[in-house]
Protein backbone atom coordinates (compact mmCIF):
# COMPACT_ATOMS: atom_id res chain seq x y z
CA UNK A 1 0.00 0.00 0.00
CA UNK A 2 1.26 3.63 -0.79
CA UNK A 3 2.56 5.40 2.13
CA UNK A 4 2.57 9.18 -0.17
CA UNK A 5 0.50 11.60 1.39
CA UNK A 6 -1.25 13.64 -0.77
CA UNK A 7 -1.50 16.48 1.24
CA UNK A 8 2.14 17.24 0.86
CA UNK A 9 3.53 20.10 -1.72
CA UNK A 10 5.14 17.96 -4.39
CA UNK A 11 9.31 17.47 -4.12
CA UNK A 12 11.11 20.11 -6.03
CA UNK A 13 11.26 20.00 -9.71
CA UNK A 14 8.04 17.77 -9.90
CA UNK A 15 4.99 18.87 -11.71
CA UNK A 16 3.14 21.20 -9.48
CA UNK A 17 5.66 22.48 -7.50
CA UNK A 18 5.32 25.88 -6.52
CA UNK A 19 8.50 26.97 -8.23
CA UNK A 20 10.06 24.95 -10.91
CA UNK A 21 13.36 26.66 -12.58
CA UNK A 22 12.09 25.55 -16.16
CA UNK A 23 8.72 27.80 -15.97
CA UNK A 24 10.91 30.64 -15.96
CA UNK A 25 12.43 29.45 -19.44
CA UNK A 26 11.08 29.49 -23.22
CA UNK A 27 10.98 26.43 -25.03
CA UNK A 28 14.31 24.76 -25.81
CA UNK A 29 14.11 25.93 -29.34
CA UNK A 30 15.93 23.01 -30.58
CA UNK A 31 13.25 20.04 -29.90
CA UNK A 32 10.69 22.73 -32.44
CA UNK A 33 12.91 21.03 -35.27
CA UNK A 34 12.92 17.58 -34.51
CA UNK A 35 9.51 16.74 -36.91
CA UNK A 36 11.13 18.64 -39.05
CA UNK A 37 14.66 16.23 -39.42
CA UNK A 38 12.91 13.62 -39.43
CA UNK A 39 11.40 15.21 -42.82
CA UNK A 40 14.86 15.13 -44.05
CA UNK A 41 16.75 12.04 -42.78
CA UNK A 42 13.54 10.29 -45.01
CA UNK A 43 15.41 11.69 -47.72
CA UNK A 44 16.98 9.20 -50.36
CA UNK A 45 20.32 11.03 -50.06
CA UNK A 46 20.19 11.38 -46.93
CA UNK A 47 20.06 14.17 -44.01
CA UNK A 48 22.52 17.32 -44.96
CA UNK A 49 21.81 19.09 -41.18
CA UNK A 50 23.12 23.00 -41.55
CA UNK A 51 21.04 23.76 -37.84
CA UNK A 52 23.42 23.79 -35.25
CA UNK A 53 26.30 24.04 -36.02
CA UNK A 54 28.54 21.73 -34.56
CA UNK A 55 32.05 21.54 -36.10
CA UNK A 56 32.51 17.94 -37.74
CA UNK A 57 36.26 18.15 -38.79
CA UNK A 58 39.02 16.32 -36.78
CA UNK A 59 40.70 17.75 -33.49
CA UNK A 60 44.17 19.36 -34.73
CA UNK A 61 46.76 16.68 -33.91
CA UNK A 62 48.96 19.29 -31.80
CA UNK A 63 45.95 19.64 -29.53
CA UNK A 64 44.85 15.76 -29.31
CA UNK A 65 48.67 15.04 -28.31
CA UNK A 66 48.78 17.59 -25.68
CA UNK A 67 45.47 16.18 -24.25
CA UNK A 68 46.50 12.92 -24.42
CA UNK A 69 50.24 13.98 -22.63
CA UNK A 70 48.04 15.47 -19.66
CA UNK A 71 45.59 12.48 -19.13
CA UNK A 72 47.44 11.11 -16.23
CA UNK A 73 46.07 13.44 -14.09
CA UNK A 74 44.59 12.33 -10.48
CA UNK A 75 44.80 15.28 -8.82
CA UNK A 76 42.30 18.01 -8.80
CA UNK A 77 42.84 21.06 -11.07
CA UNK A 78 42.30 24.97 -10.03
CA UNK A 79 39.43 26.72 -11.52
CA UNK A 80 42.24 29.71 -12.57
CA UNK A 81 44.17 26.98 -14.06
CA UNK A 82 47.77 27.21 -13.73
CA UNK A 83 50.10 30.20 -14.86
CA UNK A 84 51.07 28.37 -18.21
CA UNK A 85 47.39 28.29 -19.28
CA UNK A 86 46.84 32.03 -18.42
CA UNK A 87 49.83 33.52 -19.86
CA UNK A 88 49.07 31.22 -23.34
CA UNK A 89 45.43 33.24 -23.57
CA UNK A 90 47.04 35.96 -22.48
CA UNK A 91 49.72 35.47 -25.11
CA UNK A 92 47.08 34.99 -27.36
CA UNK A 93 44.63 38.01 -26.75
CA UNK A 94 47.94 40.53 -27.37
CA UNK A 95 49.29 38.32 -30.19
CA UNK A 96 45.64 37.97 -32.20
CA UNK A 97 43.70 40.90 -30.84
CA UNK A 98 45.88 43.76 -30.42
CA UNK A 99 44.91 43.63 -26.53
CA UNK A 100 47.22 44.48 -23.37
CA UNK A 101 46.38 42.06 -20.83
CA UNK A 102 48.02 39.90 -18.07
CA UNK A 103 47.54 36.54 -16.64
CA UNK A 104 45.58 38.01 -13.66
CA UNK A 105 42.84 39.63 -15.66
CA UNK A 106 41.85 36.02 -17.62
CA UNK A 107 39.78 32.76 -16.72
CA UNK A 108 38.50 29.58 -18.08
CA UNK A 109 35.40 28.40 -18.36
CA UNK A 110 33.43 24.62 -18.69
CA UNK A 111 32.07 26.11 -22.45
CA UNK A 112 31.19 29.44 -23.52
CA UNK A 113 27.20 29.02 -23.14
CA UNK A 114 27.69 28.04 -19.76
CA UNK A 115 29.30 31.22 -18.85
CA UNK A 116 27.05 33.27 -20.60
CA UNK A 117 23.58 31.40 -19.04
CA UNK A 118 25.12 31.68 -15.19
CA UNK A 119 26.76 35.38 -15.47
CA UNK A 120 24.12 37.29 -14.49
CA UNK A 121 23.82 34.57 -11.35
CA UNK A 122 27.51 35.13 -10.53
CA UNK A 123 27.48 38.94 -10.92
CA UNK A 124 24.73 38.89 -8.38
CA UNK A 125 21.82 40.20 -10.94
CA UNK A 126 18.18 39.63 -9.79
CA UNK A 127 14.85 41.26 -9.80
CA UNK A 128 14.74 44.53 -10.61
CA UNK A 129 18.21 44.31 -12.85
CA UNK A 130 17.69 44.21 -16.94
CA UNK A 131 20.01 41.96 -19.02
CA UNK A 132 20.43 43.83 -22.16
CA UNK A 133 21.07 41.78 -25.82
CA UNK A 134 20.85 42.37 -29.25
CA UNK A 135 17.30 42.15 -30.50
CA UNK A 136 18.47 39.10 -33.45
CA UNK A 137 20.57 37.00 -31.00
CA UNK A 138 21.71 33.69 -29.20
CA UNK A 139 18.69 32.62 -27.43
CA UNK A 140 21.41 31.91 -24.38
CA UNK A 141 21.21 35.79 -23.19
CA UNK A 142 17.78 35.38 -22.46
CA UNK A 143 18.12 32.65 -20.84
CA UNK A 144 20.89 33.40 -18.32
CA UNK A 145 18.90 36.87 -17.46
CA UNK A 146 15.11 34.72 -16.30
CA UNK A 147 17.52 32.48 -14.43
CA UNK A 148 18.49 34.93 -11.90
CA UNK A 149 14.69 36.67 -11.71
CA UNK A 150 16.42 39.67 -13.70
CA UNK A 151 14.62 41.31 -16.58
CA UNK A 152 15.88 40.25 -20.14
CA UNK A 153 15.93 43.21 -22.57
CA UNK A 154 16.27 42.88 -26.24
CA UNK A 155 17.77 46.22 -28.21
CA UNK A 156 18.39 47.56 -31.89
CA UNK A 157 20.61 50.33 -30.19
CA UNK A 158 21.95 51.08 -26.93
CA UNK A 159 20.56 54.67 -26.52
CA UNK A 160 17.03 53.55 -26.65
CA UNK A 161 17.80 51.28 -22.97
CA UNK A 162 17.23 52.70 -19.99
CA UNK A 163 20.07 53.33 -18.40
CA UNK A 164 19.25 53.33 -14.64
CA UNK A 165 18.35 49.95 -14.56
CA UNK A 166 20.49 47.77 -17.32
CA UNK A 167 23.10 46.25 -15.36
CA UNK A 168 24.90 43.78 -18.08
CA UNK A 169 24.81 44.97 -21.21
CA UNK A 170 25.80 42.07 -23.93
CA UNK A 171 27.63 42.89 -27.11
CA UNK A 172 27.82 40.08 -30.00
CA UNK A 173 30.15 40.55 -32.57
CA UNK A 174 30.58 38.72 -35.01
CA UNK A 175 27.13 37.99 -34.94
CA UNK A 176 25.25 34.52 -34.09
CA UNK A 177 23.08 34.40 -35.87
CA UNK A 178 23.32 37.06 -38.62
CA UNK A 179 27.16 37.20 -38.89
CA UNK A 180 27.10 40.99 -38.70
CA UNK A 181 30.43 42.67 -38.03
CA UNK A 182 30.38 45.59 -35.71
CA UNK A 183 33.01 48.50 -36.35
CA UNK A 184 35.54 49.82 -33.90
CA UNK A 185 33.40 53.15 -34.00
CA UNK A 186 30.12 51.15 -32.90
CA UNK A 187 31.83 49.10 -30.30
CA UNK A 188 33.46 52.44 -28.84
CA UNK A 189 29.87 53.84 -28.38
CA UNK A 190 28.75 50.67 -26.70
CA UNK A 191 31.54 50.79 -24.19
CA UNK A 192 31.09 54.70 -23.78
CA UNK A 193 27.66 54.20 -23.06
CA UNK A 194 28.10 51.20 -20.79
CA UNK A 195 30.80 53.34 -18.82
CA UNK A 196 28.46 56.03 -18.52
CA UNK A 197 25.53 54.00 -16.87
CA UNK A 198 27.66 51.71 -15.10
CA UNK A 199 26.54 48.86 -16.99
CA UNK A 200 29.07 45.86 -17.52
CA UNK A 201 29.41 45.31 -21.07
CA UNK A 202 30.72 41.75 -22.03
CA UNK A 203 31.12 41.17 -25.80
CA UNK A 204 30.75 37.94 -27.09
CA UNK A 205 33.77 37.34 -29.70
CA UNK A 206 33.64 33.41 -30.09
CA UNK A 207 33.86 33.49 -33.99
CA UNK A 208 36.34 36.24 -34.11
CA UNK A 209 38.68 34.60 -35.82
CA UNK A 210 36.38 33.95 -38.63
CA UNK A 211 35.86 37.19 -40.55
CA UNK A 212 35.36 36.65 -44.16
CA UNK A 213 34.35 39.54 -45.75
CA UNK A 214 34.97 41.91 -42.69
CA UNK A 215 37.83 42.05 -40.23
CA UNK A 216 36.10 41.66 -36.65
CA UNK A 217 37.79 43.52 -33.52
CA UNK A 218 37.66 42.80 -30.05
CA UNK A 219 36.44 45.34 -27.47
CA UNK A 220 39.46 44.84 -25.30
CA UNK A 221 41.81 46.04 -28.47
CA UNK A 222 43.03 49.70 -27.15
CA UNK A 223 41.72 51.33 -30.74
CA UNK A 224 37.97 50.43 -28.74
CA UNK A 225 38.58 51.06 -25.54
CA UNK A 226 41.34 53.00 -24.82
CA UNK A 227 43.48 50.62 -23.22
CA UNK A 228 41.19 50.63 -20.27
CA UNK A 229 39.25 47.43 -19.47
CA UNK A 230 37.52 48.47 -16.65
CA UNK A 231 33.78 47.31 -16.59
CA UNK A 232 34.40 45.27 -19.87
CA UNK A 233 34.98 41.42 -20.63
CA UNK A 234 35.08 39.55 -23.48
CA UNK A 235 34.10 35.88 -24.20
CA UNK A 236 35.92 33.20 -26.09
CA UNK A 237 35.32 30.39 -27.15
CA UNK A 238 37.45 27.03 -29.04
CA UNK A 239 35.04 25.15 -30.24
CA UNK A 240 34.68 26.88 -33.71
CA UNK A 241 38.22 27.84 -34.62
CA UNK A 242 39.63 24.89 -33.47
CA UNK A 243 36.96 21.74 -33.38
CA UNK A 244 37.06 21.78 -29.83
CA UNK A 245 33.06 21.60 -29.23
CA UNK A 246 33.52 18.21 -27.21
CA UNK A 247 36.17 20.06 -24.76
CA UNK A 248 34.12 22.81 -23.76
CA UNK A 249 37.12 24.98 -24.17
CA UNK A 250 36.72 28.59 -23.60
CA UNK A 251 37.55 31.40 -21.59
CA UNK A 252 36.67 35.31 -20.50
CA UNK A 253 38.96 37.98 -19.97
CA UNK A 254 38.98 41.51 -19.11
CA UNK A 255 38.07 44.20 -16.09
CA UNK A 256 40.54 42.16 -13.51
CA UNK A 257 38.38 43.08 -10.26
CA UNK A 258 35.17 41.36 -12.44
CA UNK A 259 37.82 38.48 -13.25
CA UNK A 260 38.53 37.92 -9.76
CA UNK A 261 35.80 38.57 -8.24
CA UNK A 262 33.68 35.60 -10.90
CA UNK A 263 37.22 33.64 -9.86
CA UNK A 264 35.98 33.40 -6.35
CA UNK A 265 32.24 32.88 -7.01
CA UNK A 266 33.24 30.09 -9.49
CA UNK A 267 35.43 28.37 -6.95
CA UNK A 268 32.68 27.61 -4.53
CA UNK A 269 30.46 26.24 -7.44
CA UNK A 270 33.75 23.75 -8.74
CA UNK A 271 33.39 25.14 -12.24
CA UNK A 272 36.80 22.98 -13.12
CA UNK A 273 38.30 23.16 -16.77
CA UNK A 274 39.45 19.47 -16.76
CA UNK A 275 43.45 19.68 -16.65
CA UNK A 276 43.87 17.63 -20.43
CA UNK A 277 41.95 20.13 -21.51
CA UNK A 278 43.71 22.85 -19.97
CA UNK A 279 46.58 21.98 -21.49
CA UNK A 280 45.20 20.91 -24.77
CA UNK A 281 43.91 24.91 -24.62
CA UNK A 282 47.72 25.94 -24.31
CA UNK A 283 48.38 23.75 -27.44
CA UNK A 284 45.55 25.38 -29.15
CA UNK A 285 46.09 28.83 -28.57
CA UNK A 286 50.03 28.25 -29.50
CA UNK A 287 49.52 26.93 -33.02
CA UNK A 288 47.80 29.69 -35.39
CA UNK A 289 48.77 26.95 -38.59
CA UNK A 290 45.50 24.24 -37.51
CA UNK A 291 43.16 27.62 -37.77
CA UNK A 292 44.25 28.74 -40.79
CA UNK A 293 43.68 25.32 -42.34
CA UNK A 294 39.95 25.20 -40.80
CA UNK A 295 39.28 28.79 -42.11
CA UNK A 296 40.02 27.14 -45.64
CA UNK A 297 38.00 24.32 -45.34
CA UNK A 298 35.23 26.91 -43.76
CA UNK A 299 35.55 29.59 -46.43
CA UNK A 300 35.27 26.93 -49.19
CA UNK A 301 31.74 25.78 -48.26
CA UNK A 302 30.58 29.06 -47.80
CA UNK A 303 30.96 29.83 -51.03
CA UNK A 304 29.30 26.56 -52.35
CA UNK A 305 27.01 26.79 -50.20
CA UNK A 306 25.96 30.88 -50.99
CA UNK A 307 26.37 30.22 -54.56
CA UNK A 308 23.89 27.38 -54.36
CA UNK A 309 21.24 29.39 -52.07
CA UNK A 310 21.17 32.63 -54.10
CA UNK A 311 20.97 30.82 -57.33
CA UNK A 312 18.00 28.80 -55.75
CA UNK A 313 16.04 32.50 -55.36
CA UNK A 314 17.48 33.18 -51.69
CA UNK A 315 19.10 36.36 -50.51
CA UNK A 316 21.97 36.40 -48.11
CA UNK A 317 22.27 39.56 -45.43
CA UNK A 318 24.94 40.35 -43.64
CA UNK A 319 26.79 37.10 -43.07
CA UNK A 320 30.25 38.86 -43.37
CA UNK A 321 31.49 36.85 -40.64
CA UNK A 322 31.40 33.47 -38.62
CA UNK A 323 29.91 30.23 -39.62
CA UNK A 324 26.89 31.09 -40.80
CA UNK A 325 24.71 32.50 -44.08
CA UNK A 326 21.86 34.55 -42.74
CA UNK A 327 19.27 33.77 -45.86
CA UNK A 328 15.58 34.74 -46.62
CA UNK A 329 13.50 34.20 -49.30
CA UNK A 330 11.01 36.79 -47.41
CA UNK A 331 8.37 34.64 -46.30
CA UNK A 332 7.96 32.75 -42.95
CA UNK A 333 10.93 31.22 -41.75
CA UNK A 334 8.97 27.83 -40.82
CA UNK A 335 7.59 27.55 -44.51
CA UNK A 336 11.34 27.93 -45.54
CA UNK A 337 12.57 25.30 -42.67
CA UNK A 338 9.50 22.87 -44.28
CA UNK A 339 10.62 23.36 -48.21
CA UNK A 340 13.97 22.41 -47.33
CA UNK A 341 13.49 19.57 -45.15
CA UNK A 342 11.26 18.17 -48.15
CA UNK A 343 14.82 18.32 -50.32
CA UNK A 344 16.68 16.76 -46.91
CA UNK A 345 18.36 19.70 -45.96
CA UNK A 346 17.53 20.56 -42.25
CA UNK A 347 18.57 24.64 -41.15
CA UNK A 348 17.46 26.57 -38.20
CA UNK A 349 14.34 29.25 -38.48
CA UNK A 350 15.15 32.65 -37.63
CA UNK A 351 12.83 32.91 -34.68
CA UNK A 352 15.18 30.99 -32.55
CA UNK A 353 16.93 34.21 -32.07
CA UNK A 354 14.05 36.48 -31.92
CA UNK A 355 10.78 37.48 -33.39
CA UNK A 356 12.99 40.10 -35.69
CA UNK A 357 14.10 37.01 -38.00
CA UNK A 358 10.86 35.41 -38.50
CA UNK A 359 11.01 35.61 -42.35
CA UNK A 360 15.23 34.41 -41.93
CA UNK A 361 16.32 30.89 -41.91
CA UNK A 362 20.27 30.45 -40.52
CA UNK A 363 22.28 28.28 -42.59
CA UNK A 364 25.81 26.83 -40.88
CA UNK A 365 28.30 25.61 -43.11
CA UNK A 366 29.94 23.31 -40.72
CA UNK A 367 29.04 19.80 -42.59
CA UNK A 368 31.57 18.33 -44.42
CA UNK A 369 32.33 18.57 -47.69
CA UNK A 370 30.60 16.00 -49.33
CA UNK A 371 27.47 17.01 -47.42
CA UNK A 372 27.80 20.58 -48.65
CA UNK A 373 27.70 19.61 -52.20
CA UNK A 374 25.04 16.69 -51.81
CA UNK A 375 22.76 19.53 -50.11
CA UNK A 376 24.20 22.22 -53.12
CA UNK A 377 23.48 19.70 -56.06
CA UNK A 378 19.70 19.32 -54.65
CA UNK A 379 19.37 23.55 -54.51
CA UNK A 380 20.68 23.32 -58.29
CA UNK A 381 18.10 20.46 -59.17
CA UNK A 382 15.24 22.15 -57.46
CA UNK A 383 15.29 25.39 -58.97
Given at each position: MST???????????????????D?????????L???K????????G?CD???????D??????QK????A????????????????E??A????????A?IG?????P????????AW?P????L?????V?Y???????Y?V?????????????S?????G?????????S????????L??DE??????W????R?L?VS??CY??????????S???P?V?????E???A?????K????A???????????V????L???????????????Q??T????????????Q????A??????RSAL?A?????????A??????????????????L????????P?D???????R???????A?????E??????RA??
Open positions: TNSTRAPFPGHPGAARRVSLLPVFPWDKEPYSTALAHPGLFSVGTPVPVPEVIALAATDTPGYPTVWGPLELRAIGWLHRRLGEPQAVLTVGSKELVLTQLGGPGDQAPRLAYPTEGARLCGAEPVAYDVDELDSRVRLLWVNPSNPTGRVGALRRAVAAREHALDELELGWEAEPVVLHECGGDHGLLVHSLSRSNLGYRASFVAGDPVVRELEVRKHGGMIVPAPVAAVAALGDDAHVAERERYARRAVLEYGFRIEHSESLYLWATQDRPCWETVAEAGLGILVAGFYGPAGDFVRVAFTTDERVAAAERLAR
